[in-house]
Nanobody
Framework: VQLQAFGGGLVQAGGSLSLSCAASGLTLGTYAMGWFRQDPGKEREFVAAIRWSGGGTYYADSAKGRFTISGDNAKNVLYLQMNSLKPEDTAVYYC???????????????????WGQGTQVTVSS
């Protein structure tokens, strides 16, 4: 299984970036896919997730109103549209896939068993 994230880069505060993630080699359907981010020296944190069953989307408080997650389960692709970016959004962003889970666990890193390599997002002030 391979997940590849694309679309990171350098942007000024207030700008926008769109991240994409493509998954291959998944022989079983996924329960959910999500985006996480990590700063050096910090724990990986939840950003947003989408549950394919029911189509529910979930966001960290820091992402609500600014980020939008979307995707296509049949094609195993995931997107994250990030608007009104802030310097504190600077991090490596990872996409991930879970094959099981629940509403209660969709925000947990431990729920996701497949991870992409990450893409750097840098927001300058």
């Amino acid at each position: 299984v391979q997940l590849q994230a694309f679309g990171g880069g350098l942007v000024q505060a207030g700008g926008s970036l769109s991240l994409s993630c493509a998954a291959s080699g998944l022989t079983l359907g996924t329960y959910a896919m999500g985006w996480f981010r990590q700063d050096p020296g910090k724990e990986r944190e939840f950003v947003a997730a989408i549950r394919w069953s029911g189509g529910g989307t979930y966001y960290a408080d820091s992402a609500k109103g600014r980020f939008t997650i979307s995707g296509d389960n049949a094609k195993n692709v995931l997107y994250l549209q990030m608007n009104s970016l802030k310097p504190e959004d600077t991090a490596v962003y990872y996409c991930a896939a879970a094959v099981t889970g629940s509403i209660a666990t969709v925000r947990r890193t431990s729920t996701y068993i497949y991870w992409g390599q990450g893409t750097q997002v840098t927001v300058s002030s």
